[in-house]
């Protein structure tokens, strides 16, 4: 069966540090691959997805990339955090695009 | 895309009740509707599916039905128990856009 890991759960940073957000998929291959953003109390914001290694396309402009340097790999980065990256980050995976997503744990990030 | 708002709609309901979200979708030529089921701090976990080709799907507990005439697909959850309470996202996957769209999300609370 295809599981997906996220990490870390948690993570407390402070303004204008690095971040990386890892994600990784098991049991499929050549997954679409996706990073959510949610606020608090709000919906899902698309940030990134990518169809295949090396292959990332953004959804809004902002302060975060993403690499997908293997193909069950996808990672979500920033160089600087702003006090506005903080929020709860899902990573999310599905065989097609506008099919059906799994869904990671999740990350609370918060930028201080 | 991101479905925004400040507040949540909220159904509140009774152990043991039959409970019903609703969920109006914005274009007619979706084809495909998913309910995700969101516990506070987890990531969304899929519920159900229907293609536009059903008006109705059951599974355990849980029924989708939908109604294309007036795009509105609703949920009904059978004898709602606790462990449901949870935000309720319905998805849809428009022509033209790559990933699928969420909607605003209905908090359920149920007491016991």
């Known amino acids: 069966s295809q599981t997906i890991h996220q990490w870390p759960a948690t993570l407390v940073q402070p303004v204008g540090s690095p971040l990386s957000l890892e994600c990784t998929v098991e049991g499929t291959s050549n997954p679409n691959l996706y990073w959510y953003r949610q606020a608090a109390g709000r919906g899902l914001q698309l940030l990134f997805y990518?169809?295949?290694?090396?292959?990332i396309s953004s959804e809004v402009p902002q302060n975060l990339s993403a690499s997908r340097p293997q193909d069950r790999q996808f990672i979500l980065s920033s160089k600087k955090l702003l006090l506005s990256d903080s929020g709860f980050y899902l990573c999310?995976?599905?065989?097609?695009?506008?099919?059906?997503?799994?869904f990671g744990s999740g990350t609370q990030l918060s930028v201080l | 895309g991101e479905s925004v708002g400040l507040h949540l709609p909220t159904l509140s309901v009774q152990e043991g009740d039959n409970s019903i979200i609703n969920c109006a979708y914005s274009n007619s030529a979706s084809d495909y509707f998913i309910w995700y089921k969101q516990e506070s701090g987890k990531g969304p976990q899929f519920i159900i599916d229907i293609r536009s080709n059903m008006d109705k799907r059951q599974g355990q507990r849980v029924t989708v039905l939908l109604n294309k005439t007036v795009k509105h697909l609703s949920l009904q959850i059978a004898a709602t128990q606790p462990g449901d309470s949870a935000v309720y996202f319905c998805a849809e996957n428009p022509p033209g856009y790559s990933t699928l769209t969420f909607g605003k999300g209905t908090m359920l609370l149920v007491s016991p």
């Open positions: 999310a995976w599905s065989r097609a695009l506008n099919e059906k997503l799994f």
């Open positions: 990518s169809v295949g290694i090396g292959q």
